[in-house]
């Protein structure tokens, strides 16, 4: 390579750095991501197409204004995939273990306990594939994003995914220092250093492992000290370039009681979420775990279960076992009959009607307003805006006249509920953008997270 190459190198990285931040360069930008200028236009290559498609769309215009710095006018960018650029299996390594292979981590599937899931056994959806191409990149290429964060409703599969990166890592990568446990473990082992066992030991364990996976990270809330602890962990295995995994039900932006240094360090990394599965997937769960009973289930059966019963994977598994309880013990034949009687209170539950006050509640967390506000005389935008989104998903949702509608939202008549429904209507023929908790984006889209709470309640 010539110095003027070089110097064009340079001055590539220089302008995208300069739009896209530092700190979000040197993460993303980094090692299996090369920038060269040719032809007029900017190339970003990547070396697995998960990075690639990760950059596109999510930097498409920070790069587009890196070209106009480079060449005034300019704003071509192109997207390659360069395998030659992934690392060799010599970089590819973990960092050393701290402690000898043979000891036993005590979240470790061990003895008597259920064997953990793995990547063959996840069901790929609509609703999941990024968060699994999340997860095997942790496999694949530890340490390039981190944190990785996983979101979603109970039963969507983040669970399994970590528990499937605990698995993959440790048939792989045999001695290295891999921690699997739940948010209730971490905090529990915290107290107990502070009792006596003693805070070196303790940050010694955490701070120096190879990979430090965290479940249920919505357990934290509430507990100052925990999270304190908490974020000085993090931001030790980000200075070390350890990877790091967490899970919780919900966002980042939505954990707004961690405060806002710990929150926008777990968000500063990769964030995946998971939806409820869609009954094609769940279809695919039911058959997958019938394979495993000793009773084989009808064709029909499943696909009836799939359409009537919610995406919940736990759930699903628990149907099926009850229905081959009940084959069992009445003698009678694993049909469709059966599981209509068999799980009549589940499908029930399943149907539940969505309530009025179901819609606030899932319209003020999206929106992070107070439960009271929708009820109140106050306007502006802050409120005006999920206002007459529940009014619009309440008439979409629920059977309540508009008088009804109105009246709940505090005590507005039947024109207020039709106006509501008309100015959604605009919102979303424009694409108009509301404001969230978390931030803008579009009507669409809010739309769609309000619904997966609904579903998740």
Known sequence: MTNDDRDIDSAVRNAV????????????????????????????????????DRLRNQFRGELAAACRRLAPGAARVRFELDPSLAPSVDQALWLAPVRPPEAVEPSAPTGGCRRFASFDDFVVGGANRVALAAAQMVVERPGTVSPTFFHGPPGSGKTHLLEAIWTSVRRTARGRHVLYLTAEQFTTSFLEALRGSGLPSFRHK????????????????????????????????????????????????ELT??????ATRLAGGLVCELEAADRATRLEILRRRAQRLSSPVPDDV??????????????????????????RAFH???????????LRDLVHGAR?????PDIA??????????PQSLQSPQKGRALSQPRALAMWLARKHTRAAYSEIGAYFGRRSHSTVISAQKQVGRWRDQQQPVHLASGSCAVDEAIRRVETQLRAG
């Open 302 to 327: 499943l696909a009836w279960m799939a359409e009537h019963l919610d995406g919940d994977a736990r759930k699903l598994s628990g149907a099926l076992h009850r229905l081959e309880v009940s084959h």
């Open 17 to 52: 750095a300069g739009e896209v931040g530092q700190e979000r360069f040197d993460l993303w930008f980094g090692d299996g991501v090369k920038l060269s200028w040719a032809d007029e236009s900017l190339l970003v290559s990547a070396a697995d197409q998960f990075t690639v």
């Open 332 to 342: 009678r034949p694993m049909d469709l009959e059966l599981a209509q009687t068999a």
């Open 361 to 370: 509640r899932a319209v003020c967390d999206v929106f992070g307003v107070d």
């Open 257 to 262: 009681q961690f405060g806002p240094v710990l």
């Open 206 to 253: 955490y701070r120096h492992v190879d990979l430090l996976l965290i479940d249920d990270v919505q357990f934290f809330i509430g507990k100052r000290a925990t999270l304190v602890e908490l974020q000085n962990t993090v931001e030790a295995l980000q200075r070390d370039g350890r990877q790091m995994v967490l899970a919780a039900d919900r966002s980042p932006a």
């Open 352 to 356: 539940r009607g969505v309530q009025l």
